[in-house]
């Protein structure tokens, strides 16, 4: 059985982007999120994957559109969060945005894991509420960033059985 995670990024309000586009440059979490992704299939829609830019390198780049015929070299196509853990096989995947694949994919997720940016940003995506009646808050690193000067935490939640 897959084991499914998100990472994300928010900021105190539950923001996670703005035009497509991160609200802040935080270079530690972007090392953090690919320290944890490299090496495992990374689920996205997209729109997130049009934001990128390009398939992220040693990862499997797995993206979730609405149109049957999008196609891109390095990355396989799929309809539904369904149909793209589907494709995991057993493997471990991350689930990396934007906030309606990760509103679909939080029934199906095992374990959180979040980038608190101690801030609040000017935003238009967000990620849907943690409820504590289904998540478990399992490790908390608060840092700051030498870089961006911004207060963050990695903080990791697991499903409650």
Not at 9 to 38: C, S, V, Y
Not at 133 to 151: F, K, N, V
């Amino acid at each position: 059985m897959s084991t499914l995670t998100i990472i994300v990024a928010t900021d105190q309000q539950g923001g996670i982007g703005i035009n497509n586009t991160l609200p802040w440059k935080l270079p530690e979490d972007l090392a953090h999120f690919k320290r944890l992704t490299t090496g495992h299939p990374i689920i996205m829609g997209r729109k997130t994957f049009d934001s990128i830019g390009r398939p992220l390198p040693n990862r499997r780049n797995i993206v979730i559109t609405r149109n049957a015929a999008w196609r891109h070299d390095g990355v396989e196509a799929v309809g539904s969060v369904a149909a793209a853990v589907a494709l995991l096989g057993g493997a471990e995947g991350y689930v990396i945005g934007g906030a309606e694949i990760y509103k679909q994919s939080m029934d199906l997720t095992d374990r959180l894991i979040v980038t608190e940016v101690g801030e609040t940003f000017d935003c238009d995506a967000f990620f849907p509420a943690i409820d504590p009646a289904t998540w478990e808050e399992t490790a908390r690193e608060p840092h700051t960033s030498d870089t961006a000067g911004l207060r963050y935490a990695f903080v990791t939640y697991r499903r409650k059985i």
